[in-house]
């Protein structure tokens, strides 16, 4: 089993659709948790950090369950810009050294 | 303030040959991390360190080499390059700390024929 697992997509929504990804990890030992963005043959980028007590940045909603050991992330009023690859990161290790990367899920916002 | 960069941004190698790909980092960042990305397979760590001076294997470290001599420096070898390496290469940094979140560079493509 992959530490940290993902729907790979592709999910093709519509302009102004709101679309959820989920993102389940193996150990329950896991410190931090994040969601990057990783456009079309570009590096990855911090989208945002993933709260206990779930977090919003705009149009971005995160849940973090850690009874269930799954990420969440919330796109609301999707834009074209928003296409984009989305990355679940979780830090684990003693001080949290260890970085376990998501495969991604592809996502598809159409006009 | 460059952040983290990486050289050079393209190479093709030929089978057998080796190159040394370079990270550098001007954010005084602990941590320094290799990764590798193949179409569909997500980022995969190669070697990372935790100091100057300190390395450790990844998930996928066969046929790779890595030194850090210099805090701001992250260097990645190919001894012997070989098809299966052909990749691209994100190298990442960070502060200690389990809160904290890594930043990348922007990538070198590897073509090995």
């Known amino acids: 089993r992959k530490e940290v697992e993902q729907d790979p997509g592709p999910f093709n929504v519509p302009e102004g659709a709101t679309v959820a990804f989920n993102c389940t990890y193996s150990n329950s030992a896991s410190q931090s948790f994040f969601w990057y963005r990783q456009d079309c043959r570009k590096e990855p980028k911090l989208l945002m950090s993933v709260y206990s007590s779930g977090n919003e940045d705009g149009r971005f909603t995160a849940q973090l369950n850690r009874a269930s050991q799954y990420i969440s992330l919330l796109i609301r009023d999707s834009k074209l810009s928003d296409s984009a690859t989305y990355l679940c990161v979780v830090n684990m290790g003693s001080g949290g050294f260890k970085t376990i990367f998501g495969a991604g899920t592809r996502l598809f916002v159409k006009a | 303030n460059a952040g983290v960069t990486q050289t050079p941004k393209f190479r093709v190698l030929k089978t057998g040959q080796s190159m040394t790909l370079l990270c550098a980092q001007d954010?005084?960042?602990?941590?320094m991390y290799w990764y590798r990305q193949d179409p569909g397979m997500g980022l995969r760590l190669i070697h990372y360190s935790v100091g100057e001076g300190t390395t450790a294997k990844g998930e996928v470290p066969d046929g790779y080499n890595v030194s850090r001599l210099k805090k701001q420096n992250f260097l990645l070898g190919l001894e012997s390059a070989a098809p299966s390496q052909t990749s691209v290469y994100f190298c990442?940094?960070?502060?200690?700390?389990?809160?904290?979140?890594?930043?990348f560079g922007p990538g070198t493509r590897l073509l090995v024929l």
């Open positions: 954010m005084n960042h602990e941590y």
């Open positions: 990442a940094s960070r502060v200690a700390g389990a809160q904290e979140t890594q930043y």
